[in-house]
T-cell receptor
Framework: GAVVSQHPSWVICKSGTSVKIECRSLDFQATTMFWYRQFPKQSLMLMATSNEGSKATYEQGVEKDKFLINHASLTLSTLTVTSAHPEDSSFYIC??????????????FGPGTRLTVT | AQSVTQLDSQVPVFEEAPVELRCNYSSSVSVYLFWYVQYPNQGLQLLLKYLSGSTLVKGINGFEAEFNKSQTSFHLRKPSVHISDTAEYFCAVNLNTGTASKLTFGTGTRLQVTL
């Protein structure tokens, strides 16, 4: 099956700094990727849809200037948490659909990135 | 907009006993349905999916689910659970629009298998 990777898997940063998280589709191209956030013992909440070659689409309540998304190529999307604060500490997960439609449609998830802001 | 309800936040069960995790959805249009499993500090692994066709779907690790359109349900079942099945299980729905679209997740059910 298709594989999605994330880097780093774990990051600790100081309050006020920025952190970049990468999401890569390793063996397929993804014009669309999704970014989710998961707090401890809670479900995944969609933050934004990353679109290759165009601006990301953010969900209601998600600050686009704080969570910068760049879909640089057909295999890479990045999420940058700017001026991070302790309340941004969370588990961030990306996914990519492959194929984009049809009977074999599926969304593949990355292993997640644990962000801790101190 | 679509929504997913998982009424049971936790389901305790003894090893080798059967289990059913409930999932109901709400949508005004056709949807795809998924069950994912998440182990601690890991990403999501697909258990099974319903896109079309047979309403009884078989997945990995002995799990199966049945799509019931009239009851808007997609309950997950396993006839005999193992300790290793202890994990968080998420039901998710995806609009069937013909193109990639976002998943909406339920709140999750913690399956706790004990001896």
């Amino acid at each position: 099956g298709a594989v999605v990777s994330q880097h780093p898997s774990w990051v600790i940063c100081k309050s006020g700094t920025s952190v970049k998280i990468e999401c890569r589709s390793l063996d397929f191209q993804a014009t669309t990727m999704f970014w989710y956030r998961q707090f401890p013992k809670q479900s995944l909440m969609l933050m934004a849809t990353s679109n290759e070659g165009s601006k990301a689409t953010y969900e209601q309540g998600v600050e686009k200037d704080k969570f910068l998304i760049n879909h640089a190529s057909l295999t890479l999307s990045t999420l940058t948490v700017t001026s991070a604060h302790p309340e941004d500490s969370s588990f961030y997960i990306c996914s990519a659909p492959h194929p984009p439609s049809g009977p074999n449609y599926e969304q593949y998830f990355g292993p997640g990135t644990r962000l801790t802001v101190t | 907009a679509q929504s997913v309800t998982q009424l049971d936040s936790q389901v305790p069960v003894f090893e080798e006993a059967p289990v059913e995790l409930r999932c109901n959805y709400s949508s005004s249009v056709s949807v795809y349905l998924f069950w994912y499993v998440q182990y601690p500090n890991q990403g999501l692994q697909l258990l099974l999916k319903y896109l079309s066709g047979s309403t009884l779907v078989k997945g990995i690790n002995g799990f199966e689910a049945e799509f019931n359109k009239s009851q808007t349900s997609f309950h997950l079942r396993k006839p005999s659970v193992h300790i290793s099945d202890t994990a968080e299980y998420f039901c998710a729905v995806n609009l069937n629009t013909g193109t990639a679209s976002k998943l909406t997740f339920g709140t999750g059910t913690r399956l706790q298998v004990t001896l």
